[in-house]
């Protein structure tokens, strides 16, 4: 099993910045698609960025492409997700997720994930 655990929420003005990050469990963490998705109230859960085993390559939703980044650190087990420029329709728990085998959906990436977080709330104020 892989234990996911998000951290780093919080409450923040609008045009204010937080950073999320997500420790793994496992020495395989090289071998995960890691990604970020979220779900506010009353709504779906949607896709927010991905970042690849070890190519480096990053993916985001056109919704935060621009104001977020993804990394991560396989020293730490580490993804991150720096959120800047928030706003009030960012609100929403984060949720950490990991992909084992195959390649990441374009589509439909949550359907592939493997492993999830508990989450973590962002709320942005107006």
């Known amino acids: 099993q892989v234990q996911l655990v998000e951290s780093g929420g919080g409450l923040v003005q609008a045009g204010g910045s937080l950073r999320l990050s997500c420790a793994a469990s496992g020495r395989t963490f090289s071998s995960y698609i890691m990604a970020w998705f979220r779900q506010a109230p009353g709504k779906e859960r949607e896709f927010v960025a991905a970042i690849g085993r070890s190519s480096g390559n990053t993916y985001y939703a056109d919704s935060v492409k621009g104001r977020f980044t993804i990394s991560r650190d396989y020293a730490k087990n580490t993804v991150y997700l720096q959120m800047n420029s928030l706003k009030p329709e960012d609100t929403a728990v984060h949720y950490c997720?990991?992909?084992?085998?195959?390649?990441?959906?374009?589509?439909?990436?949550?359907?592939?994930?493997?492993?999830w977080g508990k989450g973590t709330l962002v709320t942005v104020s107006s």
């Open positions: 997720a990991a992909q084992l085998r195959g390649p990441l959906s374009i589509t439909r990436p949550e359907e592939a994930m493997d492993y």
